[in-house]
């Protein structure tokens, strides 16, 4: 069945909220609300949250692009020349990969992420 547009309205305020508040989000955060709340699987939670990710990324560049402090294209290009390759290979390697395989896989990622991240608050 579809999901609930009411229950995915309330996941993306959710995850709006937390990614305002902490300047982050992407998918380590929109893959496992995908998954938990709206009940996606894996690889359509990942295809799902590259899209949003996009579309916000598209709106944020609108918005800042008039800004006096200007963009640094010869930082932004080879930075995005360098994910979209990462995306192609990424899902060349995840349809080799089950859906619980990939699951697995993202929380010891995740998990790691933490580990570094408070390691580092605790420096």
Do not use: H, Y
């Amino acid at each position: 069945p579809p999901p609930d547009p009411l229950r995915a309205g309330g996941a993306g305020a959710g995850l709006g909220a937390v990614t305002g508040l902490l300047g982050v989000g992407g998918g380590f955060l929109a893959v496992p609300a995908l998954v938990t709340v709206l009940a996606f699987e894996m690889q359509a939670a990942v295809g799902t949250s590259l899209l949003v990710i996009t579309v916000n990324s598209l709106a944020s560049l609108v918005t800042r692009s008039g800004s006096a402090a200007g963009l640094d294209w010869a930082v932004i290009a080879p930075f995005t020349g360098a994910a979209i390759l990462g995306a192609w290979d990424g899902k060349r390697l995840a349809e080799k990969v089950s859906g619980r395989g990939l699951q697995r896989l993202f929380a010891v990622v995740l998990l790691a992420v933490a580990g570094f991240m408070l390691a580092d608050a605790l420096a």
